[in-house]
């Protein structure tokens, strides 16, 4: 079968694999469209301290089910592949923290997803396969796995309605977390960012949108909350200084989610009697756990228009090398790889 294998920084090659076969509790699913993450889009440009030569990048899966021999499970569905879950007996998912599970990514859908067909194992089998409604196609189902990272994002800030949150980054993930985030009530909505044509389509979901290449943010954002600060923030761009400044712009009492991942070895420098008199609260997320892949499916159900402008690019495979390099440059929004139907 044909899969994309990363081959070095900058570099990826189409190349062939063995089918891969499948045993007991396991399914395998003939890939459809897979979207390009930005994490795959850092380890093209960058590599990555634990994927190799000849791995197969891509997570965000849908496909149809081709071979089955897992409990539930009919050759023809059609599947959104959640790229891991919980195993459900460590000390972590004993106590519900599902995302810190030590066994996270013992099962894994192979090769991944850039690939034609994938190798389901047992456990993902059972708690991470979801039938895709006939309105959902297989291109807006690979949005599904991004949108449960951001619906953890936003559960853990424990957003109310009529609460102010701050959205710094206008890449794909800020722009979910803006939809989401006004569908749970929250106003007003900042989004801030630096690329003008994705804060153009920011602005139809937010009510402010920032350009940090042009105004200070913390000028605005004492302008917008008269000098309070945000209840709400979300740090979604993965560098330090970004992370670091999002102090300044939560109120007292706020929460600030620092959701993306800085590289090894960053190091802030904060006020630390912002977290002790102003009692302001700092949060992590990563991932997601099945409740949220079922949700952002719920949520996606509903609200398909909205979500579908987020895919501003379909590629066949062969596509997908350009099109890292394009998102690299903050080009487009969001990439689908297709390897079948749309
Ligand atoms: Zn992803
Ligand atoms: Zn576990």
Same mark, same amino acid.
């Given at each position: 079968m044909r899969v994309l294998k990363y081959?070095?920084? /900058?570099?990826?090659?189409?190349? !062939? &694999?063995p089918q891969p076969t499948i045993g007991a509790g396991e399914v395998l699913v003939r890939v459809q469209a897979c979207g390009v993450c930005a994490t795959? #889009?850092?380890?093209? &440009?960058?590599?990555h301290p634990h994927i190799g030569a000849g791995a197969v990048l891509g997570h965000e899966m849908t496909g149809v089910i081709v071979e089955a021999q897992a409990p539930g499970w009919?050759?023809? !569905? /059609?599947v959104v592949v959640?790229?891991? #879950?919980?195993?459900? @007996?460590?000390?972590?998912?004993? /106590?519900?923290?599902?995302?810190?599970?030590?066994? =996270? =990514?013992?099962a894994s859908a192979e090769p991944g997803g850039f690939s034609e067909l994938l190798r389901v194992p047992p456990r993902l089998a059972q708690k991470g396969l979801l039938?895709?409604?006939?309105?959902?196609?297989?291109?807006?189902?690979t949005l599904v796995e991004p949108m449960a990272c951001a619906l953890h994002g936003l559960d853990a800030l424990a957003l109310k309605r009529g609460e102010s949150l701050l959205i710094i980054g206008d890449g794909p993930m800020g722009l979910i977390q803006a939809i989401l985030a006004r569908a749970l009530g929250a106003s007003p909505i900042v989004i801030a960012g630096m690329t003008p044509g994705r804060l153009a389509l920011a602005a139809r979901y937010a009510g402010r949108v920032v350009n940090v290449a042009e105004t200070k943010l913390q000028n605005e954002i004492k302008t917008l909350t008269n000098g309070a600060g945000m209840d709400k923030v979300i740090v979604s761009v993965g560098q330090a200084q970004v992370a670091e400044d999002a102090f300044p712009l939560v109120r007292r009492g706020g929460i600030i989610n620092f959701f993306a991942g800085l590289p090894n070895g960053s190091r802030i420098s904060i006020d630390p009697n912002r977290v002790h008199y102003d009692q302001i609260t700092l949060i992590g997320t990563f991932g997601f756990a099945p409740s949220h892949f079922a949700r952002a499916l719920k949520v996606l159900t509903r609200n398909a228009a909205e979500f579908r402008n987020l895919i501003t690019l379909t590629v066949p495979l062969d596509g997908l090398e350009k099109? =890292?390099? @394009?998102?690299? /440059?903050?080009?487009?929004?969001?990439? #689908?790889?297709? &390897?079948? !139907?749309?």
């Open positions: 081959i070095e920084p /900058r570099r990826v090659e189409i190349g !062939e &694999m795959d #889009v850092k380890t093209f &440009m960058r590599g009919r050759i023809g !569905e /059609r959640a790229p891991y #879950v919980p195993c459900g @007996d460590c000390l972590y998912c004993a /106590r519900g923290q599902f995302t810190l599970c030590q066994n =996270f =990514f013992d039938r895709l409604p006939d309105e959902i196609d297989f291109t807006l189902g099109a =890292f390099l @394009d998102s690299a /440059r903050y080009e487009g929004i969001k990439t #689908v790889a297709v &390897m079948g !139907e749309t």
